[in-house]
């Protein structure tokens, strides 16, 4: 007999979650009971989840963007980086950031496999297909074949290292910088960034296949 878990597991990693609307209702019934209950009121609940909302990855991103024009920062922030965060005004809350650098013969993914730990103070909440149980599994046991369904095919002299997050380590990957980006002012830079080449999904395109700024 074959496990519903197990069925779910090998599914395609997908952007959607098939969960989410089961977990969109939950949240809305807890948050009416807790109210009911005057445990929290609604103005309280909206400045929480505020709160959870407020990063975006566009301040990965900027991280990003300053480890490719600064090297020096880029060493600091490889070394520790939620001491680099703090430089340019981010903190980090939730445990240590760890920030690995994909080179031609090396690409980092990143996973949680036990739950959903993610780098939320820089990135945002994560996305639906991150907490899904067939990325948790099949992102350790077979990299390839996910990031492929991402639409990343990597050379086969490429090693693919997968990290897994937990409590205490946060990851976040510092992806290659593109070809003939030698131009580019760091906010022009931050726009090659997307959150899925920060977790690892994805490589930052070439500066022909994105759009100019400006």
Known sequence: MIRASSVEESQPVR???E???YYALMTQALSEILQAKKLVT???IEAFI???EAPQPEWGAHLVARAWIDGKFKRRLLENGRAAAAELGYTIKEAE????ENTPDIHNLIVCTLCSCYPRSLLGQPPWWYISKA???RAVREPRAVLKEFGLELPPHTSVRVHDSNADMRYLVLPMRPDNTGHL???ELMALVSRDAMIGTAAVGAISEVARPG
Do not use: C, K
């Open 42 to 44: 609604e103005r309280e």
């Open 97 to 100: 950031l760890v920030v690995v």
């Open 185 to 187: 002012i760091e906010q």
């Open 50 to 52: 505020a709160g959870l």
């Open 15 to 17: 952007e959607g979650f």
């Open 19 to 21: 969960g989410s609307a």
């Open 135 to 137: 990325y948790r599994a």
